[in-house]
């Protein structure tokens, strides 16, 4: 099994993203593309010798954790942006938004204020599979803080890779620009 790199070079002229920031976080990306493929073969390699107990596979194992996540939060995080368009209410992910939150408005205050807090990671809106209720959830690195057996719907990166080129420290102004640059349509697919 080997993971490939997606190509997002489509969102290059995205207004709130300049093209050398999003270049430079597709190169991230990308990094943890390989990184958990070379984890990947080296924990194979490492059971197949009975090297499975060792102090060596158990970091490879920890570490994986970390670079298969950042893989998979940056394809779901560049995969819901791309339109600048707003939640239409009347859609499920609005229908639902509204079943939890009450309002748009309190939800989008609640994920934002999530964004603002400090310290490097991601901001996700999960919904949990058993009972439908969402929930906008702090992860702090890539591997703490997921809620199991909830189901990703909208992530946004909050670490300074994302922003700091275009907006410095103000966070507050990438969120905006985030918001922005929301594909809906995608988080209404991750819902369904």
Request: hydrophobic share 40%; with cysteine; aromatic share 14%.
């Amino acid at each position: 099994m080997e993971y490939t790199a997606k190509d997002y070079q489509y969102l290059k002229g995205m207004p709130g993203f300049s093209d050398d920031l999003l270049e430079d976080h597709f190169t991230l990306y990308k990094g943890y593309v390989t990184n958990t493929n070379k984890l990947h073969v080296a924990l194979v390699e490492m059971a197949a010798t009975d090297r499975n107990g060792s102090p060596e596979f158990a970091e490879l194992k920890r570490r994986f954790g970390f670079e298969f996540n950042g893989m998979r939060l940056h394809e779901l995080y560049f995969g819901n942006l791309g339109v600048s368009g707003k939640l239409d209410m009347g859609t499920g992910i609005g229908r639902a938004i509204e079943r939890a939150f009450g309002t748009k408005e309190v939800w989008e205050a609640d994920f934002k204020a999530t964004g603002k807090m400090r310290g490097i990671g991601w901001v996700v809106l999960y919904l949990d599979t058993t009972n439908g209720g969402l929930f906008n959830q702090w992860i702090n690195e890539h591997e703490t803080g997921h809620l199991a057996g909830c189901l990703p719907l909208l992530v946004m990166d909050v670490f300074e890779h994302a922003f700091i080129r275009d907006y410095g420290l103000k966070r507050a102004d990438y969120i905006e620009a985030f918001f922005g640059a929301i594909n809906w349509e995608a988080v209404e697919r991750r819902l369904k």
